[in-house]
């Protein structure tokens, strides 16, 4: 009886940031595939933009408006704003998938500075709203594939990753981007816990940082990052398990050597450098054929298939080529 | 360890006469208790509070009530010893057939809404996760104790229910064994360490009755 009263008084938040958004969102979906068929067929362009703050959310989170790049759009059903910012993995602010919801409130993500820096001719601290203006903010919406077997579809908003490196102009010496996050108790009471040898550190291979799908991401679902999601700035590598994609980065450095990561110093017969989504290369500890979409799998049907590279094969193969997954995982 | 008079159920004896009008109330409030996991996993699936994984939450749930129940029905003897409150055997049954309810449970999630009984699927997460095998194994062994908890069954057995009945404590080793190995991949072992101590806390309160017992009855000889 507590609970279910409880429930009554927040309603009408759940109300605003979970339904509203997500039948508007769905209703957008059913527009721009119509939009992306006329579009395939040279007669119309499509205006993402209006679309795009047509969905922006009104509740706590800033608007971000972005203009619907179509060539990035899962057709899988987004999953719902609720789910994206209530499970996460984001372990400053603890291990459980509930804490970085409750635990996140202390990350104070503006003013908020990033260096660029390492073998660059151009290094240079940038200010986050720097940053959201380099380029014209897309809204993509990825597959989000978590190696511990779960996924999300997720409407993310942010600039191509390879728009900041072509400003940093990399020397021939850059072979590999690193990405550091924040590391600061203070924000984050997580850090106590020295599961991880923090900072977080995360990387890629110059290639990969250059494809188009990866992402420098400010915004999801119409908003501004919020705090759990990895504010106010974060990679997403759609086509790597999710601890790849580092969040709330404070630095982006360019080495010759392949940098440290963080999992793969925790256990390095666990997690390799590359981790991409691989349904034919099991975890050690867990098979990695199948995946539990969130909302969606479960109850009423099983899991799904997971697809190899998480569906993104066409665009990120050929980085690839030749190379011995199973041994590079 | 625990002598066969804790077995047999004594209706006649004084204890349990003088205390009847209180027992019945109580064998309600402990199976009204007993149904408080299921109820609020339930109450949490209608208003959605479940989380973004409800298989997760149940799994996992029902794994820890599990290994509270486990623990419950271990403390019954030390504590009856303790107090004096002979009475308190008349619940352990109960609370025994709690700690299979949720490991039903548990496992039923797993083969059911995890695996969608999927035999393959299920072999190759057991070889590939040892504390899956480990967790199966207890459940395995908690089976026959299920069975033979009627008390038809006790006075069937005799002597052997008891002997049978030492199944819970390899049972509960391995429980924890299976709760431990699952959360060592995240490095969160502050559960698995405060349930392992009250283990080693109601195991080692046998070990050292048994071991008074050998020496008094080395005197004797």
């Known amino acids: ?329 | 360890m625990a002598s066969a008079s804790d077995v047999k159920p004594r209706p006649a004896t004084r204890s349990a006469t003088s205390s009847a009008n209180w027992i019945v109330p109580a064998k309600v409030a402990v199976f009204l208790g007993g149904l408080y996991p299921l109820a609020r996993i339930v109450l949490l699936g209608v208003t959605g509070g479940l989380g973004a994984n409800p298989i997760e939450f149940i799994t996992r749930s029902s794994g820890l009530w599990t290994l509270v129940f486990l623990c419950i029905t271990l403390a019954v003897t030390p504590v009856r010893r303790l107090t004096g409150l002979n009475a308190l055997l008349r619940f352990r049954r109960m609370l025994g057939l709690f700690a299979f309810f949720y490991v039903a449970l548990h496992f039923t999630t797993y083969i059911w809404f995890d695996k969608w009984f999927d035999v393959l699927a299920i072999l190759k997460d057991i070889v590939k996760r040892p504390f899956i095998l480990v967790g199966f194994s207890a459940f395995v062994l908690l089976i026959p104790l299920a069975v033979t908890s009627p008390k038809a069954m006790v006075r069937k057995l005799g002597r052997r229910w008891q002997t049978l009945h030492s199944l819970i404590y390899p049972i509960v080793v391995l429980a924890i064994l299976h709760f431990w190995w699952m959360k060592a991949g995240k490095h969160d072992l502050i559960l698995p360490k405060i349930y392992g101590s009250i283990v080693v806390v109601l195991l080692a309160w046998r070990v050292s009755v048994w071991l008074r017992s050998r020496i008094a009855q080395g005197r004797a000889v």
């Open chain 1, 1 to 329: 009886m507590v609970i279910k009263h409880k429930r009554q008084l927040f309603g009408d938040d759940i109300a605003r940031s979970e339904i509203t958004p997500r039948a508007l969102f769905e209703n957008r979906r059913r527009v721009l595939r119509a939009a992306g068929a006329l579009a395939a067929t040279g007669l119309v362009g499509v205006n993402g933009e209006a679309l795009a703050t047509m969905a922006s959310p009104d509740a706590k989170g800033q608007k971000l408006a972005a203009t619907t790049n179509t060539k990035f759009v899962a057709m899988d059903k987004v999953t719902s704003f609720k789910d994206i910012t209530s499970y996460n993995n984001f372990y400053e602010f603890g291990t459980d998938k509930a804490d970085p919801a409750h635990n996140a409130h202390t990350l104070r993500p503006r003013p908020w500075k990033i260096s660029v820096e390492g073998e660059i001719k151009n290094a240079k601290v940038y200010d986050i709203d720097e940053i959201v203006k380099l380029a014209p903010l897309e809204e993509r919406i990825y597959r989000l594939r978590c190696v511990e077997g779960w996924s999300m579809v997720i409407p993310w908003i942010g600039i191509p990753l390879s728009e900041i490196i072509k400003r940093a102009q990399p020397t021939g010496n850059a072979k590999y981007v690193q990405f550091i996050t924040l590391a600061d108790p203070s924000q984050m009471p997580g850090l106590s816990d020295p599961i991880l040898d923090w900072p977080y550190s995360e990387g890629l291979r110059m290639d990969e940082a250059m494809n188009p799908l990866a992402l420098l991401t400010v915004g999801l679902y119409g908003e501004v990052l919020p705090n759990q999601n990895g504010a106010p700035v974060r990679i997403v590598v759609p086509w790597k398990y999710g601890f790849k994609s580092a969040k709330s980065l404070v630095k982006i450095r360019f080495v010759e050597q392949q940098p440290k990561t963080s999992w793969s110093e925790y256990a390095p017969k666990e997690y390799g450098f590359y981790s991409n989504v691989n349904p034919n290369v099991d975890h050690p500890r867990w098979s990695q054929a199948t995946e539990r979409r969130i909302g969606e799998d479960g109850f009423f049907t099983p899991k799904r298939k997971t697809l190899m590279f998480n569906g993104y094969g066409d665009q990120v193969a050929s980085l690839y080529r030749g190379m011995d997954l199973k041994a590079n995982f």
